[in-house]
């Protein structure tokens, strides 16, 4: 409001409020970038690792922590990644748009942007660029861990523990939940009967006639 005041106030006129709003606007979208650009990752620390935002406990990785040990290890690589998706997604968002109004108007010769094309069409490419950046931006997260972390070491070696081991404390599940399947036929198995020692018979004695 105060705004809007200081512009009247300078005797601008509405279109000079409309062209300042807009550029208002532009420079607000490319703070953004700029911002989601450098850290581009931030929304696979927060649901895959979970980092809290805060912590009182000054050990425990917080998600501005974990935001500056991965996004500096992969440098400019994370930027870059990100922007060529972004022109990438932005043009295939584009043909899918025009590519589904060209086949409406080849189908029903309707050339006019109605509100099919409006509330379907664009919100449909919009949907499908969307979910590509998804698995875009998934994929080069796993890459930046495994050329910067050794994710891919990490997780091998894991696997190999508790295939080693399936039954140790922390890994397996059987000390959790009870005793294993070789433990459960153990215990199912009856045990063979011992036979008892046969008890000698005394001796008859005949008495002489």
């Known amino acids: 409001m105060m705004f809007i005041a200081a512009m009247f106030s300078?005797?601008?006129?509405?279109?000079?409020?409309?062209?300042?709003?807009?550029?208002?606007?532009?420079?607000?979208?490319?703070?953004?970038?700029?911002?989601?650009?450098?850290?581009?990752?931030?929304?696979?620390?927060?649901?895959?690792?979970?980092?809290?935002?805060?912590?009182?406990?000054p050990g425990q990785i917080t998600l501005s922590k974990r935001s500056r040990a991965l996004h500096r290890a992969a440098g400019g690589d994370a930027s870059g990644r990100w922007v060529g998706t972004s022109v990438m997604l932005m043009v295939i968002a584009g043909g899918l748009f025009y590519s589904m109004y060209w086949l409406r108007g080849v189908i029903v010769g309707y050339w006019d942007i109605g509100r099919v094309v409006l509330l379907v069409f664009y919100p449909a490419a919009l949907w499908i660029a969307g979910a590509l950046s998804v698995v875009l931006r998934m994929l080069c997260y796993v890459d930046s861990r495994i050329r910067t972390e050794g994710w891919d070491v990490e997780l091998a070696i894991r696997a190999e523990v508790l295939r080693q081991f399936p039954e140790d404390e922390g890994f397996g599940e059987a000390t959790v939940s009870g005793p294993s399947a070789s433990q459960k036929n153990v215990a199912a198995t009856p045990e063979p009967a011992t036979p008892e020692p046969a008890t000698p018979e005394p001796a008859t004695l005949r008495g002489g006639g």
């Open 10 to 57: 300078l005797g601008l006129g509405e279109s000079d409020f409309v062209t300042l709003a807009w550029f208002l606007v532009v420079i607000l979208f490319l703070i953004a970038l700029v911002i989601r650009g450098s850290k581009p990752y931030v929304p696979e620390m927060i649901l895959l690792e979970l980092c809290p935002l805060r912590s009182k406990d």
